[in-house]
């Protein structure tokens, strides 16, 4: 599956943006997906997950309360709705599917190319 997010922006904290990837392929509604944060210089996190029916979500401590995933198989594609944001938000945002997820911190497999946030203050 190849993926590819966008939506990304600048925005004042307290705004809202919302990340929409794009995937190709057919095998799209049999795999989990999820979105991904990286800031220059640190570890790539794991921002948001949900699993292939869209009746299972997951969230990090930081997203819970504020974002919310989405999917549409029919469209292929996954959503990440954010509010009320913040200037820590500011990362490159990937999205990423998983054939077998282990947590949803582990086993994820393919990656797009990700989309920029920036959140002013």
């Known amino acids: 599956v190849q993926l590819q997010a966008s939506g990304g922006g600048l925005v004042q904290a307290g705004g809202s943006l919302q990340l929409v990837c794009a995937a190709s392929?057919?095998?799209?509604?049999?795999?989990?997906a999820g979105w991904f944060r990286q800031v220059p210089g640190k570890e790539r996190e794991f921002v948001s997950g949900v699993n292939n029916l869209g009746s299972s979500t997951g969230y990090s401590a930081s997203a819970r309360d504020r974002f919310a995933i989405s999917r549409d198989n029919a469209k292929n594609t996954v959503y990440l709705q954010m509010n009320n944001l913040r200037p820590e938000d500011t990362a490159i945002y990937y999205c990423?599917?998983?054939?077998?997820?282990?947590?949803?911190?582990?086993?994820?497999?393919?990656w797009g190319r990700g989309t920029q946030v920036t959140v002013s203050s």
């Open positions: 990423a599917t998983a054939r077998f997820l282990r947590s949803w911190y582990d086993g994820w497999d393919s």
């Open positions: 392929g057919r095998t799209f509604s049999t795999l989990s």
